[in-house]
């Protein structure tokens, strides 16, 4: 399932009964939940671009808490896990089915009317459940209904709380490509909507809406919620685009080789749902016949036999590492056009992959094909390696080159004095950036 994300269409309801717990968190004083904003929690990343295809984190939900994984996506806002409501359509996950325990939400929630277009959230009876159905491009599905539940989290400040969230207990999944159908319990959404995770903790005064991956391309990584993590300098930001429902950037050229091309004016979306990066119909191909022209002459041949991805090539010999392969290719950056100086650069090892037969293989894909029409999606293949974040406070998306292989702690890096991030630390700084090379060295 190389496209988890962008969701085309959202949310349906329909009625039944239902209890809506309070939690407690909400009887926070004002002061302190205000002082508690600037904590921030961090999660380990497990999974990798090829050959798993996703990365995913592990939370414990409920009362005993229970571990769940659930797979990074930004492209979407709904939080769902797979559920025993009883489930009529479940796909094989690592842990047991959630079970809720009476505690569906109504349609009358705030949270239940953010997910509905305005003028058609039908809630005929204030105790009405409140039912969804997420809809993703690649056309995978999830149909349930909305519950609150405990999320047990550890913050940076030192502070244990477990706030009740809202997310969806999914009984029937449409999944439309199995070979590549991701081994998690369901999705974690980190869009920008109202309903993810990240805006119910930021309106419980937990935390700020604050989102950043470093997706290590050995695989791996780490995620954080909170500004905690954030460098003083070095970070590429560039605004979101007001009038979008996801991390859009705006308009951008490409270029291949440090040279403009006849790719311009192409609107970026930011996506950790999706495995893969997508260009447009006419940008992809005119990408291709670039790199095909470029490879010409080259000790490389196209490897029409490989199905791991729509283009591939073989060498001389099998390629052992991606790294074997780059110096037949040349980088690629997107430069926007609605800013000064901005650029997002893809070095040759973040779009492309070493297949399991030695084949190297574009890992840049045909948009068209999943219906996203004038969207390019930046996909986790080109976020490798990278310090990515999703500032819905500024309404910005930052990045810079980092070492993802190094879960930053708190106490090591940062010391006592968290309000400088980075200060005194024994090499996390260095340690993500590259000592001496700045933050373009990667």
């Known amino acids: 399932m190389y496209l988890k994300a962008l969701v085309l269409y959202l949310l349906t309801w329909i009625a039944g009964a239902a209890y809506h717990p309070q939690s407690f968190i909400n009887k926070l004083h004002p002061k302190s939940a205000a002082k508690s904003l600037g904590s921030s929690v961090i999660f380990p990343v497990s999974g990798n671009v090829y050959p798993k295809g996703y990365y995913h984190v592990s939370i414990s939900i409920g009362e005993p808490p229970k571990p769940y994984f659930f797979d990074i996506d930004t492209g979407s806002d709904l939080t769902w ?186 609107p970026i979306v930011f996506d950790s749902g999706s495995t893969y990066t997508y260009f447009t119909s006419k940008a992809y191909n005119a990408l291709v016949s670039l790199i095909k022209g470029d490879l010409n002459g080259k000790q490389l041949k196209e490897a029409v036999e490989d199905k791991s991805l729509p283009v591939c090539w073989k060498g001389a010999k099998p390629f052992k590492s991606i790294r074997d392969a780059t ?3 040349k980088p690629l950056a997107l430069s926007f056009t609605n800013a000064k100086n901005v650029q997002f650069q893809m070095r040759p090892e973040y779009y492309l992959v070493v297949t399991g037969q030695g084949n190297v293989c574009l890992g840049i894909l045909d948009g068209g094909d999943v219906g996203l029409e004038n969207i390019n999606v930046i996909g986790d293949i080109s976020m490798q390696d990278k310090l990515v974040i999703y500032d819905n406070e500024k309404q910005q998306v930052g990045w810079a080159p980092a070492n993802c292989n190094r879960l930053p702690n708190m106490d090591r890096d940062f010391g006592e004095d968290r309000c400088l991030p980075f200060a005194g630390n024994d090499g996390f700084l260095e340690g993500i950036f590259g000592a001496g090379s700045g933050f373009w060295r990667l």
Not at 149 to 159: E, I, M, Q, V, W
Not at 176 to 181: A, K
Not at 219 to 247: A, E, N
């Open 81 to 266: 896990l797979q559920c025993d409501a009883p489930c009529t359509k479940c796909t094989p996950a690592p842990h047991s089915l959630y079970k809720p325990k009476q505690n569906l939400i109504t349609c009358q929630d705030p949270i239940c009317a953010s997910l509905h277009e305005p003028g058609n959230h039908d809630c005929r009876s204030p105790h009405d459940q409140c039912d969804y159905q997420v809809d993703y491009a690649d056309n995978g599905s999830s149909l349930g209904v909305m519950v609150k539940d405990s999320f047990p989290l550890k913050f940076t400040n030192g502070t244990t709380v477990a706030p009740q969230l809202a997310f969806g207990c999914g009984y029937s999944q449409e999944v439309q490509d199995s070979t590549h159908l991701p081994y998690t319990d369901g999705v974690l959404g980190l869009g920008t909507g109202k309903s993810s995770i990240l805006a119910q903790l930021r309106n419980k005064g937990l935390t700020r809406n604050v989102i950043g991956h470093c997706l290590s391309g050995q695989g791996g990584g780490f995620l954080f919620f909170g500004d905690d993590f954030l460098p003083d300098s070095g970070i590429v930001w560039k605004s979101i685009s007001s009038q979008s429902k996801h991390y859009s950037l705006g308009p951008a050229d490409l270029q291949f080789g440090g040279q403009a091309t006849n790719i311009k004016g192409l």
């Open 327 to 329: 110096t037949y290719f």
